[in-house]
Nanobody, 122 residues
């Protein structure tokens, strides 16, 4: 299994940027698809972005395309999420998650981090 720890959340003004990081430990990192999800108060957890096990084509939710960039470093066992042009609708707890199969469905993911809060003020 794999353990995931997110970092990099915080408070930012609309239009600003944040970079989230997901650090993994445990079983070989390269075996796992890693994705970012987010959950705003009173809303269901939603898919944000995912990347393949090696350098490959990422997949983004329509709401973040062109603003967010996911990247993966298998040597460092990290997956990062660069978030630009943030708006208040991006306010949520952001989670990274691991799965044996690539998917936008949260139920597919076996391992989850504890989450990191992102708050965007208007």
């Amino acid at each position: 299994q794999v353990q995931l720890v997110e970092s990099g959340g915080g408070l930012v003004q609309a239009g600003g940027s944040l970079r989230l990081s997901c650090a993994a430990s445990g079983s070989p990192f390269s075996m796992w698809y890693i994705a970012w999800f987010r959950q705003a108060p009173g809303k269901e957890r939603e898919f944000v972005a995912t990347t393949s096990k090696s350098i490959g084509i990422p997949n983004y939710a329509d709401s973040v395309k062109g603003r967010f960039t996911i990247s993966r470093d298998n040597a460092k066992k990290t997956v990062s999420l660069q978030m630009n042009s943030l708006n208040p609708e991006d306010t949520a707890v952001y989670y990274c998650a691991g799965s044996r199969a690539t998917s936008t469905d949260a139920t597919t993911y076996t391992f989850w981090g504890q989450g990191t809060q992102v708050t965007v003020s208007s």
